[in-house]
Nanobody, 125 residues
């Protein structure tokens, strides 16, 4: 089971750090992706990180504002959101995919094996 936390209501230009914690299994051989879904829109990929953290990939709209990282001793993956704008308002989800066979693998496709329930991020004045 994956559980996201850290969402909230912030003003434009502010920051949030989202966390994705695993229970019942360890994330150390899993690639983890972050996705988001805004009201009335399809879910879209935000970022991913390989199981050793050696590779990260970001959607183009991130434009250097977001950073994903992981702490395997805490069994947690993070998504740092900086310089948020109202267009970033969405439910953010993390997802995990077993990638034991490559420490340099992650992808921005939404067919991961495990998903969290999501955390709401709202950016508004």
């Amino acid at each position: 089971q994956l559980v996201e936390s850290g969402g909230g209501l912030v003003q434009p230009g502010e920051s949030l750090r989202l966390s994705c914690s695993a229970s019942g299994f360890t994330l150390d051989k899993y690639a983890v992706g972050w996705f988001r879904q805004a009201p009335g829109k399809e879910r879209e990929a935000v970022s991913c990180i390989s199981y050793l953290g050696t590779r990260t990939t970001y959607a183009e709209f991130v434009k250097g504002r977001f950073t994903t990282s992981r702490s395997d001793d805490k069994n947690t993956v993070y998504l740092q959101l900086n310089n948020l704008n109202p267009e970033d308002t969405a439910v953010y989800y993390c997802a995990a995919e077993n990638a034991y066979w490559s420490d340099n693998y992650c992808r921005l496709l939404d067919d991961y094996d495990y998903w969290g329930q999501g955390t709401q991020v709202t950016v508004s004045l």
